[in-house]
């Protein structure tokens, strides 16, 4: 087979071919098979491909290699050259990743899900209330209350009510008041001193529990405002009875109806706690408060109803 001659009239300054060996006489010199036309020819067997880059720096001065296009067609400019002088980023564009420092969001601030339907503030709705204004909020206005206090611990203010509420307990309960009363001071004084600690430690644990089932239902409040402010609502709500209980006894027909009637309003308060410090909906952060709400009627009402 005869092979093709490179002409010298019109590409002069080309680099020069270097001379083909002449093959012995008799032997003919393998050609590698033409590829149709318009298609790329194959690279002969038992050879790697050899991809030839361009030396030209690709627009933009950054110096990466372009795609090699066999067509000679003109390349065009990279996509992280920009567009209509905004500068985009070249990831922004399909098959493209994007590169960034730890800590860093690209992509603005992601909402977080939470388990009821509004989303929870990222810190603080206000500033901690004092104890006189966080008494007053709860019995005026306890859905605000509670959502303002929901980052803030009460300890102070629940140990001190939920421990003066014992005391007066005693007084509430017809044979704890009668034993406290013909008891001589020095046996009265360790029982009112004792049903106030067993109070406070009673508020502890059931404010616990409320909040553990409220986690277990979806909730993320912080337990120490959750524990702190239920100890609260149970001093708050029972006040009322408890006042009335140490005057005319616990077996009268008004201290009577007053219990179911602020137990029903411990009820609605507890679900308005939970449901505001731990974002879940009224039927959870009722479901939450059960517990306790049934452990104050057989404790503490039932004893007197």
């Not at 509004?118 to 005026?140: D, H, Q, S």
């Not at 140490?246 to 309003?265: H, I, R």
């Amino acid at each position: 087979m005869a092979g093709f001659r490179i002409g010298r009239g019109r590409d002069n300054n080309r680099t020069p071919q270097q001379p083909s060996r002449q093959q012995p006489y008799g032997q003919q010199q393998q050609q590698p098979p033409q590829a149709p036309y318009g298609q790329q020819p194959y690279p002969p067997a038992g050879s790697p491909p050899q991809q030839q880059w361009p030396q030209q720096a690709a627009a933009g001065g950054h110096g990466e290699p372009e795609y090699f296009d066999p067509y000679g067609q003109q390349q065009q400019p990279p996509p992280y050259a920009g567009q209509g002088g905004q500068g985009g980023s070249y990831a922004d564009n399909p098959g493209y990743t994007q590169a960034f420092a730890i800590g860093e969001d690209p992509y603005g601030q992601a909402a977080t899900y939470h388990a009821g339907a509004g989303a929870a503030p990222a810190g603080p709705t206000g500033p901690r209330l004092p104890w006189k204004e966080l008494l007053r909020g709860i019995v005026m206005r306890p859905g605000p209350t509670f959502f303002q206090m929901r980052d803030y611990a009460v300890w102070g203010p629940a140990l001190t009510v939920t421990f003066l509420y014992g005391l007066l307990a005693v007084f509430g309960l017809d044979d704890a008041r009668d034993d406290a009363i013909n008891a001589t001071l020095a046996n009265a004084v360790p029982i009112v001193l004792s049903t106030g600690v067993a109070f406070v430690i009673c508020g502890l644990l059931l404010g616990a529990v409320t909040h553990t089932l409220a986690r277990q239902l979806g909730g993320d409040g912080a337990w120490q405002p959750t524990v702190g402010l239920s100890m609260l609502v149970m001093s708050i709500t029972d006040a009322p009875r408890l006042l009335f209980a140490v005057f005319l006894g616990g077996d009268n027909m008004v201290v009577q109806v007053l219990g179911w009637l602020t137990w029903l309003a411990a009820g609605a308060l507890f679900t308005s706690l939970v449901s505001k410090s731990h974002d879940l909906p009224w039927p959870k952060a009722l479901g939450a408060s059960a517990i306790q709400l049934i452990a104050l009627l057989s404790i503490i009402k039932l004893g007197t109803i």
